[in-house]
Nanobody, 126 residues
C-alpha cells in the first residue's frame, strides 16, 4: 500500500504559477504510474496529467497542455505538477493518484487508480 500527501495549493492570481507536490510513502514509488486529477465545485472529477513509472512518458489533458507539466523524482518518492499561466477555470481541488497495475498505456480514468491523496485546493482569482 502507498500513502499520498499533496501540498502546494493555494490562492493565486490569473496568470500566476503554482507547483503541486505529492509525496508518497509505502511500497516502491517507481512501480506506480502517477496521475493528477482535479474536481471543481459542482463538476465531475477530471484527469489533468499522467506520468509513467520511469517518467519517460507523460500525458496532459488538452485544456492544460502547454501550461502544466507533470514530472516525478523517484529518488524522492515525489510527483509534481508545475502549473503556469493559471486561469480561473483551473480552480479546483487537485488530487494525486497512484496506479499499480496498468501496463502498456497511461491510465486516464479514476477507477484505474488504486490510491488517492486527500487533495489540495487551488484557487485562481481573476
Amino acid at each position: 500500500q502507498v500513502q499520498l500527501v499533496e501540498s502546494g495549493g493555494g490562492l493565486v492570481q490569473a496568470g500566476g504559477s503554482l507547483r503541486l507536490s505529492c509525496a508518497a510513502s509505502g511500497q516502491t514509488f517507481s512501480s506506480y504510474n502517477m496521475g493528477w486529477f482535479r474536481q471543481a465545485s459542482g463538476k465531475e472529477r477530471e484527469i489533468v496529467a499522467v506520468i509513467s513509472r520511469s517518467g519517460s512518458t507523460t500525458y496532459h489533458t488538452t485544456s492544460v497542455k502547454g501550461r502544466f507539466t507533470i514530472s516525478r523524482d523517484n529518488a524522492k518518492n515525489t510527483v509534481y505538477l508545475q502549473m503556469n499561466s493559471l486561469k480561473p477555470e483551473d480552480t479546483a481541488v487537485y488530487y494525486c493518484a497512484a496506479d499499480r497495475t496498468t501496463l502498456g498505456y497511461l491510465p486516464r480514468a479514476g477507477h484505474e487508480y488504486d490510491y488517492w491523496g486527500q487533495g489540495t485546493q487551488v484557487t485562481v482569482s481573476s
